[in-house]
């Protein structure tokens, strides 16, 4: 089976750099996807990562390394507006995606 | 373009009573997706559909069908509601090739007594 697993929750401040971690337990995918969900709203894609290394886009930056099998999300510059649930997603190419827990991100003053 | 839309909103139903929740998408994807999330889990993937016609099931399908009723809607079905069945139902859909990237429909908020 696939497990992922993030932070339930994480604090940042205002204007600072913070880092969501995913590890996986899961074999032959072909890559990483991110999702923001807002509370009571509908989850959105943010970024994949269909290689290893880092992918940019704008304040969010992913990386995937599968012989460490882990992925992070790093987010710079943070606003009040950030503050929302995060999560990670394994892409199996049979256009499925088995979800992580999420993490809830709280931005601080 | 509306992207995806789901109906209804909102639906408190009683223990054995049956609803359909409707998704229809204006993005002419192929991949269409239903997922239910609740308190504080991810989505599990309920059925999914790769182009119209087919269906699949995913992680979660007991107490559930599906009808991809053409290539712009794809309804689900609840047959004898439980209120193990209580959470907020998401439908999805994608470019074909594309699964990583998932649009999502604004939620169903579902309570069953």
């Known amino acids: 089976g696939q497990s992922l697993e993030q932070p339930s929750e994480v604090t940042a401040v205002e204007g600072a750099i913070v880092q969501i971690n995913c590890t996986y337990q899961?074999?032959?995918?072909?890559?990483l996807s991110w999702y923001q969900q807002h509370d009571g709203g509908a989850p959105t894609f943010l970024s994949y990562?269909?290689?290893?290394g880092l992918e940019e886009t704008g304040r969010f930056s992913s990386f995937l390394s599968r012989s460490d099998s882990y992925g992070y999300l790093l987010l710079q510059e943070l606003q009040m507006k950030d503050s929302a649930s995060y999560f990670c997603?394994?892409?199996?190419?049979?256009?499925?995606?088995?979800f992580g827990t999420g993490t809830r991100l709280t931005i601080i003053p | 373009n509306a992207g995806v839309t789901q109906t209804p909103k909102f639906q408190v139903l009683k223990t054995g009573q049956s609803m359909t929740l409707q998704c229809a998408q204006d993005?002419?994807?192929?991949?269409m997706y239903w997922y239910r999330q609740d308190p504080g889990m991810g989505l599990r993937l309920i059925y999914y559909?790769?182009?119209?016609?087919?269906?699949d099931k995913g992680e979660v399908p007991n107490g559930y069908n599906v009808s991809r009723l053409n290539k712009r809607e794809f309804s689900l079905r609840l047959e004898s509601a439980a209120p193990s069945q209580t959470s907020v139902y998401f439908c999805?859909?994608?470019?074909?090739?594309?699964?990583?990237?998932?649009?999502f429909g604004p939620g169903t908020r579902l309570t069953v007594t």
């Open positions: 999805a859909s994608s470019e074909s090739g594309q699964g990583y990237e998932q649009y």
């Open positions: 899961t074999s032959g995918f072909y890559g």
């Open positions: 990562n269909g290689l290893d």
């Open positions: 997603a394994v892409h199996f190419g049979n256009e499925k995606l088995t």
């Open positions: 993005m002419n994807h192929n991949s």
């Open positions: 559909s790769a182009s119209e016609g087919t269906t």
